[in-house]
Nanobody, 115 residues
Framework: VQLVESGGDSVQAGGSLRLSCAISGDTDSINGMRWYREAPGKQRELVAR????????RYADSVKGRFTISRDNSANSLYLQMNNLKPEDTAAYYC?????????WGLGTQVIVSS
């Protein structure tokens, strides 16, 4: 399984971005998926998670109401819509997919939010 993120950019506070994660390889083996982020000098944190069917989503308190996670299994893609971005959202964002016996990670995409 390979995961490739895209969509990171530099934006002003209050702006929006949509991150994408393209999934290839043994895509049927992937169940739940997650977005994590890692800011400089901080630990990687879970931002949002979604189940295999897309009906169950969870969010970190810091992004609740601003970010939306979704997936299109027919397109083998995971998304993160980010609205009302804040400087504290600046980080490298990573998608993660979990199978029965492994976690798979992408290489990340950078989001920079300036005030």
């Amino acid at each position: 399984v390979q995961l490739v993120e895209s969509g990171g950019d530099s934006v002003q506070a209050g702006g929006s971005l949509r991150l994408s994660c393209a999934i290839s390889g043994d895509t049927d083996s992937i169940n739940g998926m997650r977005w994590y982020r890692e800011a400089p000098g901080k630990q990687r944190e879970l931002v949002a998670r979604i189940d295999k069917g897309g009906g169950d989503t969870r969010y970190a308190d810091s992004v609740k109401g601003r970010f939306t996670i979704s997936r299109d299994n027919s397109a083998n893609s995971l998304y993160l819509q980010m609205n009302n971005l804040k400087p504290e959202d600046t980080a490298a964002y990573y998608c993660m997919g979990e199978s029965e016996d492994a976690w798979y990670w992408g290489l990340g995409t950078q989001v920079i939010v300036s005030s």
